[in-house]
């Protein structure tokens, strides 16, 4: 699954790499050459190839674009573990310091999980209805 979170609120875009091959790496990367540099594609499948050592990822790109990559779209451990990395890295980019008030990040955090999951079990659906 290869889906894009728009937070609009902080102006940030999350595109989120599930359970995906090298190859639909590529293809998303050449959908977006101009949103990732050369060195960031070459180490971001590194990443992704590495898949025995690596659950999740996160990355900030140079073009502010956010990825995500995620070996299993369903984990109990690395699915929260990478949307906290997210919100945490979209909060402090916009100058949201945690004070006392943790708010911002459990809204954030709830919402981003919501969004996630509605996206990656629509596609999950879909893969199943295409096996009948």
């Known amino acids: 699954m290869i889906e894009s979170i728009n937070v609009d ?37 590194a990443d992704i190839l590495n898949v025995k050592s690596v659950g999740g990822v996160t990355w900030v790109l140079d073009s502010g674009l956010m990825l995500v990559y995620l070996r299993d779209g369903k984990s109990d451990i690395f699915v929260p573990h990478e949307i906290f990395h997210v919100c945490n890295k979209i909060l402090y980019m916009a100058g949201v310091n945690h004070d006392g008030d943790a708010e911002p990040w459990a809204y954030l955090i709830g919402w981003m999980t919501n969004e996630y999951y509605r996206k990656y079990w629509a596609w999950v659906d879909s893969k199943e209805k295409g096996k009948k």
């Open 9 to 45: 609120m902080y102006l940030r875009d999350v595109a989120f790499l599930v359970e995906i091959t090298p190859e639909e790496f590529d293809r998303f990367y050449y959908d977006n050459v101009t949103r990732i540099t050369d060195e960031e594609y070459r180490q971001i499948k």
